[in-house]
C-alpha cells in the first residue's frame, strides 16, 4: 500500500467504531477494498543484494504496460500449497496466466471488486495461496523479467477456486510512484 493512505483508512475504521458497530462493518469493508487498490509496498535494503543463479532481477514494467490475456507469468512463495495446509517450506512456483481485465471483473469471476490498478493471474488449478505476498513475474518481448503484479488477494473459498484467479496489485499502475520513491530515499 501507498505510504499514507493504509495510515489514514485505518485510523478512520477506528474512529468508525466508536459510532456503533453497524456502521463499522460497512466501513471497514469499504476501507479494506480501498487499501487493496493500492495493496502495495517497497522496502530500502540495508545491503545490496548478492546476485547468483538463484537470485536474479525483474525490472518495473512501464507505466500502463499490460501483459496480454493468457500470457505465460509465475508467482513464486512461501504461502500455503493449498486451503488448510501448513506454509510451505521450500520456495514454491506455479504457472499462472494471465486473466484480461475484462475477464477477470466480469460477473462470475470477481466482478467490481477488481479495479483498473489490478491484474489476475490462474483461476483454475493453479493460483497463489494464503500467505503468499509474492510477485507475479512474467517475461516480456525483450527477454527480460518484469514484475507485473505484487500479490494481493486469494478467494475466501479456497485456493485454486475456478473462476478466482489471484489478484495482484499491477504494478504498471505505481511505476511512478516507485520510481519517485526510490528518489526519494
Given at each position: 500500500?501507498?505510504?499514507?493512505?493504509?495510515?489514514?483508512?485505518?485510523?478512520?475504521?477506528?474512529?468508525?467504531?466508536?459510532?456503533?458497530?453497524?456502521?463499522?462493518?460497512?466501513?471497514?469493508?469499504?476501507?479494506?477494498?480501498?487499501?487493496?487498490?493500492?495493496?502495495?509496498?517497497?522496502?530500502?535494503?540495508?545491503?545490496?543484494?548478492?546476485?547468483?543463479?538463484?537470485?536474479?532481477?525483474?525490472?518495473?514494467?512501464?507505466?500502463?504496460?499490460?501483459?496480454?490475456?493468457?500470457?505465460?507469468?509465475?508467482?513464486?512463495g512461501?504461502?500455503?500449497?493449498?486451503?488448510?495446509?501448513?506454509?510451505?517450506?521450500?520456495?514454491?512456483?506455479?504457472?499462472?496466466?494471465?486473466?484480461?481485465?475484462?475477464?477477470c471483473?466480469?460477473?462470475?469471476?470477481w466482478?467490481?471488486?477488481?479495479?483498473?490498478?489490478?491484474?489476475?493471474?490462474?483461476?483454475?488449478?493453479?493460483?497463489?495461496?494464503?500467505?503468499?505476498?509474492d510477485?507475479?513475474?512474467?517475461?516480456?518481448?525483450?527477454?527480460?523479467?518484469?514484475?507485473?503484479?505484487?500479490?494481493?488477494?486469494?478467494?475466501?473459498?479456497?485456493?485454486?477456486?475456478?473462476?478466482?484467479?489471484?489478484?495482484?496489485?499491477?504494478?504498471?499502475?505505481?511505476?511512478?510512484?516507485?520510481?519517485?520513491?526510490?528518489?526519494?530515499?
Open positions: 500500500m501507498a505510504v499514507g493512505s493504509g495510515v489514514k483508512a485505518w485510523t478512520l475504521a477506528s474512529q468508525v467504531i466508536q459510532y456503533g458497530l453497524k456502521a463499522a462493518y460497512a466501513s471497514i469493508f469499504n476501507m479494506i477494498f480501498l487499501l487493496f487498490s493500492n495493496d502495495i509496498a517497497m522496502i530500502k535494503l540495508a545491503s545490496p543484494v548478492v546476485l547468483n543463479n538463484k537470485v536474479q532481477p525483474s525490472c518495473v514494467p512501464e507505466s500502463g504496460e499490460v501483459a496480454p490475456h493468457d500470457d505465460p507469468c509465475y508467482i513464486t512461501w504461502g500455503r500449497i493449498y486451503s488448510g495446509s501448513p506454509l510451505a517450506s521450500k520456495l514454491q512456483q506455479a504457472l499462472l496466466p494471465m486473466v484480461g481485465h475484462s475477464v471483473s466480469s460477473s462470475g469471476w466482478g467490481g471488486t477488481v479495479k483498473t490498478t489490478m491484474i489476475c493471474g490462474g483461476g483454475d488449478i493453479h493460483s497463489g495461496c494464503h500467505g503468499d505476498s510477485p507475479l513475474n512474467c517475461r516480456g518481448r525483450d527477454g527480460r523479467w518484469y514484475v507485473q503484479g505484487v500479490t494481493s488477494f486469494v478467494s475466501s473459498r479456497g485456493c485454486n477456486t475456478l473462476m478466482k484467479p489471484t489478484v495482484f496489485t499491477h504494478t504498471s499502475s505505481f511505476t511512478k510512484w516507485i520510481s519517485d520513491t526510490m528518489l526519494q530515499y
